[in-house]
């Protein structure tokens, strides 16, 4: 009945909806209570009125895209843009929301967003989270392997329609993990590493310091993984902890590092703070593909990509988790730490510092690398390790550079082969060498 009716007929519909919603605040003491989650009161009532504007946007998305393929916004003396047409016949677009609405007008006509259409017609996606859903689409589309566009295109309208718009720019490096080019995953993450900032300090003379920090994800990770212990709510006497949570998070970085800096020279005798990521050992083996999820802590869902848990395994404690078919826990491991505090502070006695050509980084702003990673089956000696300060050990990683510890006239020293993928080189000949 709904598909037979005349535009003349909507209309009438239409009006009569407007005239039914006009003074509609002056009849809700009519409605009964109790209407609970079972679509009675006004709770059923909100949800009406939630999919009749969702219809209403719906059907602004499609009178702007039948105007565009008629071109009558252009017409005339008073020719106007799309965008100007739209702000000038409905009124409630001024304060914004125009410009989204031309942009999903005007991807109405491509067959690769058919599904999106009918998600914004059939009510499920509003306007904003619509344009949301084609941006990061048109984003991702070519960073895809073949045939996977459906799936994610899917996968994003599944989330803007649960989560919004913020849910579905979350998503993206969960889609790219699975359905990526290889290696895409990891570019992205390491081009964000070039926006990590700390400013200066901002005072107002009240006597607070005002910082603005940008993280990468990885350092999100970390600084996630050791802010929550000691950001924790801490009652004294029985007594509730009052601080909001802001204070305890900021008297908690303050905290990490006066520990850091009391600690010197010293190599630490606790361990560090605990990040524990789950990974499948065929990505961690090839470094390419899939991605580690963050687990257990206030940062859990984080997407780590293939080689950043790599790096972060070189130096921390790994607890081993053999997952079955169906992702259930069949054995679960002890931590291990792979270069005990010994054992660093002889490479601080041997390497000095970072052994990257030309860094002066002293031994303490340092991590113990695996020259043949452990996910390789490299072993955890002296003949396999050496000192990397953060952003070396990143490239190391990055340009998969190998490097080795070389006996000479005045001692063991560490030497680098800074040609792309030499590490890879060095893998083929291990396993050439192999026996069969």
């Known amino acids: ?8 007929q909507r209309r009438e519909q239409i009006a009569a909806a407007r005239e039914a919603l006009a003074g509609f605040d002056g009849s809700l003491w009519q409605v009964p209570g109790g209407g609970g989650g079972g679509g009675g009161g006004l709770a059923g009532l909100l949800g009406e ?5 969702a219809m209403c946007e719906a059907a602004k998305v499609s009178i702007v895209a039948e105007a565009m393929e008629r071109g009558e916004t252009s ?36 067959p690769v967003n058919a599904p999106v259409v009918l998600a914004i017609r059939s009510g499920v996606l509003p306007v904003r989270s619509a344009a949301v859903v084609l941006a990061e689409a048109d984003r991702l589309r070519p960073l895809l392997v073949e045939g996977a566009q459906p799936h994610v295109l899917a996968g994003l309208i599944e989330m803007a329609a649960q989560h919004g718009p913020r849910g579905c720019r979350m998503v993206r490096p969960a889609l790219l993990a699975r359905y990526g080019q290889d290696g895409e995953l990891q570019t992205q993450q390491d081009v964000a590493r070039r926006f990590v900032s700390l400013s200066q300090p901002v005072e107002d003379g009240t006597g607070t310091a005002e910082y603005r920090l940008v993280l990468d994800v990885e ?93 972060l395994a070189c130096d921390a404690s790994v607890v081993p988790v053999l997952l079955g078919s169906e992702g259930e826990v069949l054995d679960q491991g002890r931590a291990v730490r792979f270069f005990t505090p010994a054992q660093t502070r002889r490479l601080w006695l041997r390497d000095g510092g970072c052994t990257y050509p030309g860094c002066s980084m002293p031994p303490h702003w340092t991590d113990a690398h695996h020259l043949v990673h452990w996910a390789d089956f490299g072993t955890s000696d002296l003949g396999n390790a050496a000192l990397l300060c953060e952003r070396h050990h990143t490239i190391v990683h990055s340009r998969r550079y190998a490097g080795q510890v070389v006996h000479g006239d005045a001692g063991e020293r560490v030497e680098w082969d ?3 993928g030499s590490y890879d080189q060095l893998l083929a000949r291990r396993a050439a060498k192999e026996p069969a």
Not at 49 to 53: F, Q, T, Y
Not at 279 to 303: C, F, K, P, Q, Y
């Open 219 to 311: 350092g999100k990770a970390v600084l996630e993984a050791a802010l929550g212990p000691l950001s924790a709510p801490r009652p004294v006497q029985g007594d509730r902890d009052l601080r909001s949570c802001d204070q305890r998070r900021g008297e908690a970085l303050v905290t990490l590092v006066r520990r850091a800096v009391a600690a010197g020279e010293q190599v630490g005798t606790n361990p560090k703070a605990q990040l524990v990521v789950t990974m499948d050992w065929e990505s961690l083996v090839a470094g390419v593909r899939g991605a580690g999820v963050t687990v257990g802590g206030s940062d859990t869902g984080t997407i780590l990509a293939p080689e950043t848990v790599r790096r």
């Open 75 to 110: 017409e005339g003396a008073a020719a106007m843009t799309l965008t100007q047409w739209v702000r000038h016949h409905a009124p409630s677009t001024r304060a914004g929301g125009a410009g989204q609405l031309v942009a999903v007008a005007q991807e109405f006509g491509k």
């Open 418 to 420: 800074r040609t792309l």
């Open 1 to 8: 009945m709904e598909g037979n009716l005349t535009v003349e």
């Open 49 to 53: 009125v939630d999919a009749l504007g």
